[in-house]
């Protein structure tokens, strides 16, 4: 079994080093003998096709690099539709997240999104940074870290989680991120899936099932370090 994973835009959404969520997911499979190959697709790489693709990472960025990436990732709109609306698997983290809306609007432009999900971003005046505490039926208690300006309406959709501890999606509705089918897409930043494994496990076991049939489910991983480092946080923002 093999999984390929395309990262979308790494020069430019890069945010805390979102780019450790790749290494994470890559490091989890190995560790059960599933090939993982990573392809970087950068501003200067052309253009980019989703054949045999199974998950699509796109991280965060300044709305500077935002506004670079929306028209690069709109040329490709009809394409990434259509993996997702055929069950692939999008991972996607703050301004990626607000680009998978239909805009973001800033105090003097506005960013148009991909409308692959009917959510809208709007800028606020503080921006919302810290740490974070969610409660998700997907993965139980995720832990992570916040640091946006835009605040998300996420309408009917499903979130990630509720929110324990932080600000969320816009600081009043109290849920963050939003699943989708196999999209996952939250503002926490950096380290999400090495600090969560079982949001990792979540994702990598969607894109398995999709692309096997008849895949068992993973293989259990010794998470005891993550765990303590987890109920640490949960405890100390409780
Ligand atoms: N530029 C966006 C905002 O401030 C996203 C920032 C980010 O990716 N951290 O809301």
Same mark, same amino acid.
């Not at 929306?70 to 069950?87: A, I, Q, S, T, Y």
């Not at 992570?144 to 009043?172: A, C, M, Q, S, W």
């Given at each position: 079994?093999?999984?390929?994973?395309?990262?979308?835009?790494?020069?430019?959404?890069?945010?805390? +080093?979102?780019?450790?969520?790749?290494?994470?997911?890559?490091?989890?499979?190995?560790?059960?003998?599933?090939?993982?190959?990573?392809?970087?697709?950068?501003?200067?790489?052309?253009?980019?096709?989703?054949?045999?693709?199974?998950?699509?990472?796109?991280? +965060?960025?300044?709305?500077?690099?935002?506004?670079?990436?929306?028209?690069?990732?709109?040329?490709?709109?009809?394409?990434?539709?259509?993996?997702?609306?055929?069950?692939?698997?999008?991972?996607? @983290?703050?301004?990626?997240?607000?680009?998978?809306?239909?805009?973001?609007?800033?105090?003097?432009?506005?960013?148009?999104?991909?409308?692959?999900?009917?959510? =809208?971003?709007?800028?606020?005046?503080?921006?919302?940074?810290?740490?974070? @505490?969610?409660?998700?039926?997907?993965?139980?208690?995720?832990? +992570?870290?916040?640091?946006?300006?835009?605040?998300?309406?996420?309408?009917?959709?499903?979130?990630?989680?509720?929110?324990?501890?932080?600000?969320? /999606?816009?600081?009043?509705?109290?849920?963050? +991120?939003?699943? =989708?089918? /196999?999209?996952?897409?939250?503002?926490?930043?950096?380290?999400?899936? %090495?600090?969560?494994?079982?949001?990792?496990?979540?994702?990598?076991?969607?894109?398995?099932?999709?692309? =096997?049939?008849?895949?068992?489910?993973?293989? %259990?991983?010794?998470?005891?370090?993550?765990?303590?480092?987890?109920?640490?946080?949960?405890?100390?923002? /409780?």
């Amino acid at each position: 079994m093999e999984l390929k994973i395309l990262h979308l835009y790494p020069d430019l959404l890069n945010l805390y +080093g979102d780019r450790g969520n790749i290494a994470c997911m890559k490091k989890r499979l190995t560790w059960r003998s599933i090939g993982a190959e990573v392809i970087s697709h950068t501003c200067d790489s052309g253009d980019f096709s989703l054949d045999g693709v199974d998950i699509v990472f796109i991280g +965060g960025g300044s709305d500077r690099e935002q506004k670079i990436v929306c028209h690069r990732l709109l040329e490709h709109k009809e394409m990434l539709h259509g993996f997702v609306n055929d069950n692939g698997v999008l991972v996607a @983290v703050c301004g990626g997240y607000q680009l998978l809306g239909k805009y973001y609007k800033l105090a003097d432009e506005t960013i148009e999104g991909l409308d692959i999900l009917d959510i =809208y971003t709007e800028q606020g005046k503080k921006r919302l940074i810290g740490n974070v @505490v969610l409660d998700s039926d997907v993965a139980g208690k995720i832990v +992570g870290f916040e640091n946006h300006g835009g605040r998300t309406y996420i309408g009917n959709h499903t979130p990630l989680g509720k929110v324990v501890h932080g600000y969320g /999606n816009d600081d009043k509705s109290g849920v963050e +991120g939003v699943v =989708y089918k /196999n999209v996952v897409a939250t503002y926490l930043h950096g380290p999400l899936l %090495p600090k969560n494994p079982r949001l990792c496990d979540y994702i990598l076991t969607n894109a398995l099932k999709r692309k =096997y049939p008849d895949f068992g489910g993973l293989a %259990p991983l010794d998470d005891k370090l993550e765990a303590t480092a987890s109920e640490y946080i949960v405890n100390r923002f /409780n």
